[in-house]
């Protein structure tokens, strides 16, 4: 089982940039799918990226495509989301999460394991 740690997170101005870091331990990182996902509060936890086993195939939600991009480096088991041009809405706590069964990308429902999370707060 994979343990995720995110760090990265911070209070940013309207405009700003922020670049959040993930690594993971205990598994085979390069061998399956991760993502990133957000939760603010009274609402869902959603996938808003998400990035195949070899970094080939990306997915963004329409709230973060153009402004976020997801990467991975496997040599060092990081998963990474490079976040410009922040707005008020996008204030919540941001985890990793990985697909262990997968290498490719596919329904968040999959994802199976998560880190703690880390608070990104966005200040008009």
């Known amino acids: 089982q994979v343990q995720l740690r995110e760090s990265g997170g911070g209070l940013v101005q309207t405009g700003g940039s922020l670049r959040l870091s993930c690594t993971a331990s205990?598994?085979?990182?390069?061998?399956?799918?991760m993502g990133w996902f957000r939760q603010s509060p009274g609402k869902e936890r959603e996938l808003i990226a998400a990035?195949?086993?070899?970094?080939?195939?990306?997915y963004y939600a329409n709230s973060v495509k153009g402004r976020f991009t997801i990467s991975r480096d496997n040599t060092k088991n990081t998963l990474s989301l490079q976040m410009n041009n922040l707005a008020p809405e996008d204030t919540a706590v941001y985890y990793c999460?990985?697909?262990?069964?997968?290498?490719?990308?596919?329904?968040?429902?999959?994802?199976?394991?998560w880190g703690q999370g880390t608070q990104v707060t966005v200040s008009s």
């Open positions: 990035i195949s086993f070899s970094g080939g195939s990306t």
């Open positions: 999460a990985a697909d262990q069964n997968y290498r490719y990308i596919r329904s968040s429902t999959y994802f199976d394991s």
């Open positions: 205990g598994g085979a990182f390069s061998d399956y799918a």
